[in-house]
């Protein structure tokens, strides 16, 4: 499917009012609707063309354009599509085992976006991932935003145009005990802050030369890919992604992020809530994974299902993720719930799913909320957001319907159960369940 | 935190007050076995309708004494009153690792398979179980008051089970039953694991274990012989197999796909012992033969994850196995990283989600999982003479953000606070 033109937040509205109407408006009313950028509205109106919200508001205030088709919802629950700061779906990889630093891997060249457990975050009512490498390597590849169209290919999913030109993703780094081994892994928490400050310091070298060049081209540095990428973490257009879980190699991102001045989103934060004055005065945000309990390592083991709660408190921007598979895309709106009842609060909660994320993407001014101009990315819930009975019904990605639970064949990703003939049809004889990640 | 909806009644908080200034703190501890009364706005008995506005009364040898409407039971002086929008039985996990298996996933707390053999049914859970382990307080904290333990899936015959209460400093002071079923597995999932000893396929993983029970239905009536001098000696291996073929101990078989179940269901046949089905992520699609057995099934978490064995696990199967009049109770399972054990009230929450009624949901985790590992006669239901085991919760118990407000075991508030 076609994909829409980036513009500018501030044309977006004027754009989607004069664009050509190929397609009828669409008009969802009735249901409750979360704008997540303002209070609920009891019986709204959601209003849609061109793939963008026209409108948001209540029954009766909101105009209804000529020719609209009209859908009621009353008695639904609408909000903006799940954004997903860090999963695995899509069955791609980054780095290989050849070095713990890879600044260079891509991983938009490995994802299969006809995978099940793209499929399945549809069904969760994810619309925007960040699909990153693992955490085995200090620097495992960059990351790649996807919106989840139903597309064919990558470039269908992708927010970027043209990987040649333009920043795709952001930087996946992490620290603590998962990027550890014999060399050239690091063997000590010491020597893996040293091997990433000595590739920084030979990106700032690397910036320098490209400064000089532009008086002098003679003074132009070979093409090396991973420093291309490492200059635009330097000049905070390309975003690192970091894993970390214990609170003193929280600390340690937060050393190197004030060496470097780069842009970061501590991820997983198992020991957040330990130093949650720290993060707060970096400013740095926090994507949060929730598991049912701690452990699984020694580095997570004082994890708290009140770490959103003690670091929203302290001012921290706090988000939730799946890390899908280790958490399943179908149920992200249970980690906030989650939250809540370790005593986040609700509106706190719905952002940290929506324009939190969003914006530890740097993708506020297009989703997030609804809001008129940004992308009609929107999902069609059963009844409360943060309800254990409530089913996503509907996902809806720029105007166009992703997944609905109606259909037995998009029922089958909600539930469970599709892969069951089909694989034994293929003879797939997959085993990969329990793995160490 | 404390959003409680559960609170001392005036009078007993007074009592304490007066006795942590009088006496010290060490002396509280005591006090929490005193008898309690337990007030409920709802009350999940499990043993009939829930009752609305009802008392249950524990008293000091840690049984349930009475149980009834608020206007009928007289609370008696001097017991100690908890109040509850919700109360349940205690919860009953009907199969988990946890005290074999620890939170740190490092080979010094992993205890819950064996790999030297294969088959190994002489192993006892009771001599690797931590009663310490943080993971068992972190599901007591969940209103988790039984556990099923013990070795896990993953090999031929891993070993036995127990049953223990999710307190205590030392197996001794927790355990139930000591020796309660022998987990076995069939499947993919066992081979490789056993260097040189693995079975190479599901068959041969079949084969040994018929080899192995033909051996000890010899073992044991040799071990009857008129004349012992013809007796075997002792084998703890063939003991522990003979006794799942005299029904002593059922079989805890694992087994998620269609093959497995019918592989399961074939021995049972065979050797007639008592099965039980664990996993059995494909079982809805063998409802018929299943329930045909007549045998239960310990089901997958509900929020497994979709690969490998348990590709085609679906949300609704627990409601699906229910529908057809099969036994079904939810567990938490084994999990080889994360989440290090799951927690059955957020499962059983997930199934009431995908076609099982409320109450439905809930016998998943209490009276029916009592049923299937064997003690129903002492928990997972509100009943006078059974174990004073209770969950106290501030909303519905299913919802996310509802909190287990406080966790009573044997009469003993072994939890406070929301969670």
């Not at chain 1, 085992?97 to 499929?119: E, F, K, Y």
């Not at chain 1, 890390?323 to 906030?336: C, E, H, N, Q």
């Not at chain 2, 497995?260 to 089905?277: P, S």
């Not at chain 2, 953000?401 to 969670?419: D, K, P």
């Amino acid at each position: 499917m076609l994909r829409h033109a980036v513009v500018p937040a501030a044309l977006v509205a004027s754009l989607a009012a004069s664009a050509p109407a190929q397609e009828p408006p669409l008009v969802l009313r009735g249901a409750r609707i979360y704008p997540v950028s303002g209070p609920v509205i009891e019986r709204g109106v959601l209003v849609v063309q061109g793939g963008r919200i026209v409108a948001v508001g209540s029954v009766g205030q909101v105009p209804l354009p000529a020719g609209a088709a009209v859908r009621d919802l009353s008695g639904k629950v609408v909000m903006p599509g799940l954004v997903d700061t860090h999963s695995h779906i899509g069955e791609g990889d980054g780095g290989d085992r050849s070095s713990p630093i890879q600044g260079d891997v891509r991983i938009l060249d490995a994802i299969d976006v006809r995978s099940d457990n793209v499929r399945r975050a549809r069904a969760g009512g994810i619309t925007t991932v960040n699909v990153m490498p693992g955490s085995g390597h200090l620097m495992s590849g960059q990351t790649a935003y996807l919106k989840l169209r139903d597309g064919r290919s990558i470039n269908d999913l992708l927010y970027c145009h043209d990987p040649l030109t333009e920043i795709c993703g952001g930087l996946k780094m992490a620290n603590g005990t998962n990027p550890r081994g014999n060399p050239p892994w690091p063997g000590t928490r010491g020597k893996a802050a040293a091997l990433v400050r000595e590739k920084f310091v030979k990106a700032v070298e690397y910036r320098r030369k490209l400064e000089l060049a532009r008086t002098d081209s003679t003074k132009r540095p070979d093409r090396d890919l991973e420093m291309e990428a490492l200059v635009q973490v330097l000049e905070g257009k390309r975003i690192v992604h970091h894993h970390t879980h214990r609170y003193d190699d929280i600390l340690t991102v937060l050393r190197l992020q004030q060496e470097f001045g780069f842009r970061v989103v501590l991820h997983h934060v198992s020991e957040g809530w330990k130093v949650a004055k720290e993060i707060a005065a970096a400013g740095i945000p926090c994507s949060i994974i929730l598991i049912d309990s701690p452990g699984g390592k020694l580095e997570a083991a004082d994890l708290r299902m009140e770490t959103g709660a003690v670091l929203d408190s302290a001012g921290v921007l706090v988000a939730y993720h799946t890390d899908d598979g280790i958490t399943d895309s179908r149920f992200l709106l249970r980690s906030p719930a989650l939250g809540v009842r370790a005593g986040m609060s609700r509106a706190r909660a719905l952002e940290a799913v929506t324009i939190a994320g969003a914006k530890m993407l740097d993708l506020q001014n297009r989703i997030g909320t609804l809001e008129p101009g940004k992308d009609a990315d929107f999902i069609v819930l059963s009844g409360d957001p943060f309800s254990t009975y409530t089913h996503v019904e509907e996902t809806w990605v720029e105007g166009r319907k992703v997944f609905d639970r109606a259909s037995p064949e998009d029922r089958a990703y909600a539930t469970g159960g599709f892969r069951l003939m089909r694989d034994y049809e293929a003879g797939d004889d997959d085993d990969d369940f329990g793995g160490e990640r | 935190m404390n959003r409680a909806t559960v609170a001392s009644s005036r009078a007993r908080s007074r009592s304490r007050l007066a006795t942590s200034l009088l006496l010290g703190f060490a002396l509280i501890p005591a006090t929490l076995t005193a008898q309690l009364a337990v007030r409920a706005d709802t009350l999940y008995t499990m043993a009939g309708p829930a009752l609305v506005n009802a008392v249950v009364l524990v008293g000091k040898d840690g049984k349930v004494e009475r149980v009834g409407p608020a206007g009928s039971v007289r609370v008696p002086r001097g017991y100690r009153t908890l109040s509850a929008k919700i109360v349940t039985p205690g919860l009953v996990d009907a199969h988990s690792v946890v005290g074999l298996a620890g939170a740190l996933n490092y080979n010094h707390d992993q205890d819950q398979l064996e790999t030297s053999d294969p088959i190994q049914p002489e192993l006892r859970a009771m001599d690797a179980y931590d009663a310490r382990e943080r993971l068992v307080a972190w599901l007591r904290t969940f209103g988790v008051t039984t556990l099923h333990t013990g070795h896990g899936p993953g090999a031929l015959m891993s070993g036995q089970t127990m049953v223990v209460k999710t307190r205590g400093n030392s197996v001794a002071q927790a355990l139930v039953d000591s020796a309660t079923m022998v987990a076995m597995t069939l499947g993919p999932s066992v081979s490789g694991r056993f260097s040189g000893k693995s079975p190479g396929t599901r068959a041969k993983g079949v084969a040994m274990l018929r080899a192995v029970f033909i051996k000890a239905r010899d073992y044991a009536r040799k071990r009857t012989e008129a004349d012992s001098t013809k007796r075997p000696a002792r084998d703890l291996k063939l003991e522990a197999v003979a006794q799942v073929l005299d029904g002593t101990l059922p079989a805890l078989i694992t087994a998620h796909g269609i093959s497995e179940i019918q592989a399961a269901l074939r021995l049972q046949r065979e050797f007639g012992f008592r099965l039980v089905l664990d996993g059995a992520s494909e079982s809805y699609m063998l409802v018929d033969e299943i329930k045909a057995a007549g045998v239960p099934v310990i089901l997958h978490p509900t929020m497994i994850r979709n690969t490998g064995e348990a590709r085609s696990a679906t949300l609704e199967t627990a409601g699906r196995l229910r529908a057809a009049g099969i036994p079904v109770a939810l567990q938490s399972g084994y999990e080889g990283y994360v989440p290090k054990t799951r927690v059955v009230l957020f499962e059983a929450a997930v199934a009431a989600a995908n076609g099982l009624t409320r109450e439905q949901a809930l016998a998943t985790i209490t009276i029916d999982a009592a049923r299937i590992i064997g003690q129903d006669r002492r928990v997972g239901s509100v009943e006078p003479g059974k174990d004073g085991d209770l969950a106290l919760f501030d909303g519905d118990p299913f919802e996310y953000t509802s909190h287990v407000c406080a966790v009573v075991i044997e009469g003993e508030v072994v939890s406070e606070g929301c969670h």
